[in-house]
T-cell receptor, first 113, second 115 residues
């Protein structure tokens, strides 16, 4: 069975600092991986996705993520966080056989001024 | 930019009552989905819908749940007799096509509270 783990429930960073949100997955083959963001009162918005090819993927809002097969990880990064990045971040996985994503529990990002 | 909308944003109901959660998917999308997130837990898939029928459902989606596309714009989730454990945030999503290459666009959610 496939699963996604986001080890950090909350992350607090200062505005301007760098950010890394962790995501680990369990799946027997190469997964399709996604990061979504949910701002207060908004729906989940797709930040970026990895299907194949270059393991470093660029997304919207200055985010990037790196797929590391050896570590079963797909961590999300941003070099300099803005106050507007405060939100809930979800990592998700789907397989070649099913397009329905399996989500992690989410990480809440708090940004201090 | 087109978006998925959901109403109401918050619904409070008594245990045993029926509730209907409403969604308006993006107009040219053909695939529709419901997910839920119990507070503090993961977002879980409930059901997908295409061509006026359920195409896939999870084990959560039991006989208490039903979905319908009553007209050309709305997509609804009905819970026949709510239980306390149905309290959750319910997300609707839609996509143009099926498969991982077709992005699912999510609505803002309806928070259901069952008392």
């Amino acid at each position: 069975a496939q699963s996604v783990t986001q080890p950090d429930i909350h992350i607090t960073v200062s505005e301007g600092a760098s950010l890394e949100l962790r995501c680990n997955y369990s799946y027997g083959a190469t997964p399709y991986l996604f990061w979504y963001v949910q701002s207060p009162g908004q729906g989940l918005q797709l930040l970026l996705k990895y299907f194949s090819g270059d393991t470093l993927v660029q997304g919207i809002k200055g985010f990037e993520a790196e797929f590391k097969r050896s570590q079963s990880s797909f961590n999300l990064r941003k070099p300099s966080v803005h106050w507007s990045d405060a939100a809930e971040y979800f990592c998700a996985l789907s397989s070649g056989g099913s397009y329905i994503p399996t989500f992690g529990r989410g990480t809440s990002l708090i940004v201090h001024p | 930019e087109p978006e998925v909308t959901q109403t109401p944003s918050h619904q409070v109901t008594q245990m045993g009552q029926e509730v209907i959660l409403r969604c308006v998917p993006i107009s040219n999308h053909l695939y529709f989905y419901w997910y839920r997130q119990i507070l503090g837990q993961k977002v879980e898939f409930l059901v997908s819908f295409y061509n006026n029928e359920i195409s896939e459902k999870s084990e959560i989606f039991d006989d208490q749940f039903s979905v319908e596309r009553p007209d050309g714009s709305n997509f609804t989730l009905k819970i026949r007799s709510t239980k306390l454990e149905d309290s959750a945030m319910y997300f609707c999503a839609s996509s143009e096509g099926r498969g991982n290459y077709n992005e699912q666009f999510f609505g803002p959610g309806t928070r259901l509270t069952v008392l």
